[in-house]
């Protein structure tokens, strides 16, 4: 599982099992004894905190295969950049996936705050802040704004991962791929965006 192609298989195939209906992976007591030693995960997955969208079992992955960052619309900040460094940099995953999905509250928050021209105020200003560029970019007006800023939020959350000061070096020199990709929540199934 050491090259970016390899996890990326993987981590598809899991999405496969799961939509069938057919997991392998149990999560019971014995996989994670099992997994109790030095951990090796293969990817690492930075998705939304929606509750109808649990990473593990989406991709069908049981204890120590892949290492999951969640925030409210996948935003990025410090703390979740200084974790995929580490999970790169030290532990040498190849791959780091940003999974966005439909209806997702916090690019609507984004729309709502927008096109009121008013902040939600608090911390949660931070996830509208850091969500409303995409939503600029489709057009706050745009009546599929919705769906359509959920795909440019992913491409420009794969963006800002690739110029990571830490993470360019490793993806210049093929040892890490950073993908985007959205979940259906009806099917089950993730679809990988083109960037
Ligand atoms: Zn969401």
Not at 42 to 69: H, K, N, W
Not at 74 to 97: K, Q
Not at 107 to 131: C, E, K, N, T, W
């Amino acid at each position: 599982m050491g090259s970016p192609r390899a996890a990326l298989a993987e981590l598809l195939a899991g999405n496969r099992r799961f939509v069938s209906g057919q997991p392998i992976h149990g999560h019971d007591v014995t996989a994670a004894a099992a997994a109790s030693g030095d951990q090796q995960p293969y990817a690492v997955l930075l998705g939304c905190i929606d509750s109808r969208v649990p990473l593990e079992a989406i991709f069908d992955q049981t204890f120590g295969s892949i290492c999951v960052i969640r925030t409210g619309g996948h935003v990025l900040d410090r703390a979740v950049l200084g974790s995929i460094e580490y999970v790169v940099g030290e532990l040498g995953v190849p791959l780091v996936m940003v999974l966005g999905h439909e209806r997702c509250g916090a690019v609507a928050s984004a729309v709502d705050a927008l096109r009121a021209g008013r902040s939600p105020g608090g911390a949660l200003a931070h996830l509208v802040d850091q969500i409303a560029p995409a939503v600029r970019e489709v057009g706050v007006d745009d009546p599929r704004v919705r769906p359509m800023a959920v795909r440019r939020h992913v491409l420009r959350t794969v963006a800002a991962l690739r110029a990571d000061d830490r993470l360019a070096v490793p993806v210049a020199a093929g040892r890490l791929t950073v993908v985007g990709a959205l979940y259906d929540l009806a099917t089950g199934e993730v679809a990988l965006l083109e960037t």
